[in-house]
Antibody
Framework: EVQLVESGGGLVQPGRSLKLSCAAS????????MAWVRQAPTKGLEWVAS????????HYGDSVKGRFTISRDNAKSTLYLQMDSLRSEDTATYYC?????????????????WGQGTLVTVSS | DVQMTQSPSYLAASPGESVSISCKAS??????LAWYQEKPGKANKLLIH???TLQSGTPSRFSGSGSGTDFTLTIRSLESEDFAVYYC?????????FGSGTKLEIK
């Protein structure tokens, strides 16, 4: 059974940093592209970033480009999101998601599995 | 960016009825479209990808159609567990974008 378990969320002041983690199990982590998707309170889903299965290619949404960094440790089956210069508009539940295609080219496809999310609140 | 316009935003129906949800892309995305189901306390669930391909485990009462800019999710013979929020998502190009969601409630 595929499991994605996010951690690291919490309350943080504007301008500060936070690092999220996602522990993956139930599949060969190093064979799949991974992503972060967020959902602000009472809002819809917003794609944040994706990373290729080997970790060499990354893509970001415009709202986080230059502030957030997605990375992975295939030996630990763990995905990360380093969030710097946080803003109030970054307040959201952050979901870890596995892309659909096995060793997909360009990390550009659907999200086959999702975690349950971790809440990040940016407030003074 | 590809804008995804989903409608209606709210839909009320009774068990046993059939419903359709529309998703329109601001430009052609071929068949690079997925549908998801969101329920409180549960992980989001992929229902359909590639416009019409049912993900393993998705009941056959769900179907997806369309290509280019116009897509439809149809649920036939609604069951109680189908009342949820549904999102479409395009993956034809970056940034990956979602529709605004459709809340399906029991009438």
């Amino acid at each position: 059974e595929v499991q994605l378990v996010e951690s690291g969320g919490g309350l943080v002041q504007p301008g500060r940093s936070l690092k999220l983690s996602c522990a993956a199990s139930g599949f060969t982590f190093s064979d799949y592209n991974m992503a972060w998707v967020r959902q602000a309170p009472t809002k819809g889903l917003e794609w944040v970033a994706s990373i290729s299965y080997g970790g060499s290619n990354t893509h970001y949404g415009d709202s986080v480009k230059g502030r957030f960094t997605i990375s992975r440790d295939n030996a630990k089956s763990t995905l990360y999101l380093q969030m710097d210069s946080l803003r109030s508009e970054d307040t959201a539940t952050y979901y870890c998601a596995r892309h659909g295609r096995w060793r997909g080219i360009r990390a550009r496809d659907w999200f086959a599995y999702w975690g349950q999310g971790t809440l990040v609140t940016v407030s003074s | 960016d590809v804008q995804m316009t989903q409608s209606p935003s709210y839909l009320a129906a009774s068990p046993g009825e059939s419903v359709s949800i529309s998703c329109k892309a601001s430009k052609s995305i071929s068949n690079n479209l997925a549908w998801y189901q969101e329920k409180p306390g549960k992980a989001n669930k992929l229902l359909i990808h590639s416009g019409s391909t049912l993900q393993s485990g998705t009941p056959s009462r769900f179907s997806g159609s369309g290509s280019g800019t116009d897509f439809t999710l149809t649920i036939r013979s609604l069951e109680s567990e189908d009342f949820a929020v549904y999102y479409c998502q395009q993956y034809n190009e970056y940034p990956l974008t979602f529709g605004s969601g459709t809340k399906l409630e029991i009438k």
